[in-house]
């Protein structure tokens, strides 16, 4: 059960997440205006993931 239980958190739930997101939003066109409106917070979460992502790929191997 331990690991169905991982197993839901780190893959079914982000999934989730992302279409209750998506879904929310009911046209593109405000999903781009979002997108631009956040696109430095969006660069910097995506450069900070790729970052702790090579750190732990460098401690790993």
Do not use: C, D, H, M
Not at 18 to 31: A, N, P, Q, R
Request: hydrophobic content about 55%.
């Amino acid at each position: 059960w331990i690991l169905l239980g991982l197993y839901n958190l780190i893959f079914v739930l982000p999934l989730l997440v992302i279409l209750f997101t998506v879904g929310s939003i009911t046209e593109s066109k405000s999903l781009s205006q979002k997108i631009v409106q956040r696109s430095k917070e969006l660069s910097i979460l995506a450069g900070s993931a790729l970052i702790i992502l090579g750190i732990y790929i460098l401690l790993i191997y």
